[in-house]
């Protein structure tokens, strides 16, 4: 009998990949999506696309505030998401598009979902390979979101299960990542990581996400699947 | 100068009882409350009422989607909120009132809001001494929340500040809660903790919020100031 667990579910390169390692090893899974203010909602189409395409018949939408903070380019109209002409161009440190606590918000809402199902195992796509500079896809921020998993739940008093954040792409490089997911048959044509799509979900070529992604492909030997805008292909 | 905190205000007792100590010890308070599905929402007008009697200025409510999940009293309408004689009758064990990873989720939305703020200074009126049965309302869960605050946000990265995690409440009985807030001209007839509050905001007097909050003020001695419905202020 296969066990349920609950993915995070961006639409991307990392979670469609995350999907199908989690279904290899036999898990029923749960999906979970947020429309948070974004300026990507297109991602949210290519979740669902992404879902779909797995047999994933949970895939729920929560629909949150964490624009109402501002102070980051994903979630403020005000802030550039930032171009670049090549992914050696990508800047140090923490990037605009950082969203303040993201990951820590997503997990506690999977947190919660988890609980409810009766599930212990929790599916997550962050990387610590490809850096992208990020504060929490750190392997001692999903440590430290288990750790406190164990103690925040009904089965932490009860001792009852233990609930495992699972990272499985943590120590892969986007290439690894992208080799492993075409041989578990990902379909990455349907996927969106770009933070700048147009309204048609094609990628701008030029955003962090892009570059690292396309460089993925690229390192795997694998031709780029990725619809993008006119001309915008990287080279 | 005061130093920016947040405070999640949900304007019962407990967290309108924070807003006051925080504010004794200097603090200029960004008050964050909820509307998560919840039965209470009478406790969003009691929120602002206490945010309005404090001098909070910036005081934010988000709407999230716990109900979705389902599985608690508090945000489905299917399970009954538990009535009980009196305190002594109250159950063993997690209640149906528990709302899956809430304080998770709540503190997740802190984070990020003191981070864009640049706060390292997070309240919340947990409480273990008249313990709830909440796993989440436990010195343990604090205290792996901060943990994990600690590395989760671009501070955690750059190491300049330390997040803290402040639940002033935590060791102290609902009398002493009441008599410090009294103390410090806390006004709680304006405040609601009831589970199960009619439109008016009236209390029921029967669900284990109502009969800890008025044990707190006979234990003080002081006279209960809520607004009960007709006929049911607790003898």
Request: net charge negative; with cysteine; glycine share 10%.
């Amino acid at each position: 009998m296969s066990k349920p667990g609950v993915v995070l579910l961006s639409g991307g390169l990392d979670s469609s990949t995350v999907v199908a390692l989690a279904q290899r090893d036999g898990y029923d899974l749960h999906a979970l999506s947020f429309s948070y203010g974004q300026r990507h909602t297109v991602e949210l189409e290519a979740a669902k696309r992404v879902a779909a395409a797995a047999g994933i018949a949970d895939h729920r939408i929560i629909e949150i505030d964490l624009g109402a903070f501002g102070g980051s380019a994903l979630t403020d109209a005000s802030i550039d998401v930032p171009k670049h002409a090549s992914a050696d161009d990508v800047e140090e440190g923490i990037p605009a598009t950082y969203v303040p606590a993201r990951n820590t918000v997503f997990l506690s809402f999977a947190l919660a979902f988890a609980e409810v199902l009766g599930s212990s195992d929790i599916f997550i796509g962050v990387n610590a390979v490809d850096y992208s500079g990020y504060p929490d896809c750190r392997p001692e921020f999903v440590a430290a979101f288990q750790d406190l998993a164990r103690i925040a739940t009904k089965t932490g008093v009860e001792g009852s299960t233990e609930v495992t954040i699972h990272a499985p792409l943590m120590e892969m490089t986007k290439a690894q990542i992208a080799a492993a997911g075409t041989e578990l048959g990902v379909d990455y044509s349907i996927t969106t990581s770009c933070y700048d799509a147009d309204s048609e979900g094609r990628a701008c070529g030029r955003c962090d996400s892009c570059h690292l992604r396309h460089q993925g492909f690229v390192g795997a030997g694998l031709v780029d699947p990725t619809r993008y805008q006119p001309d915008a292909a990287p080279s």
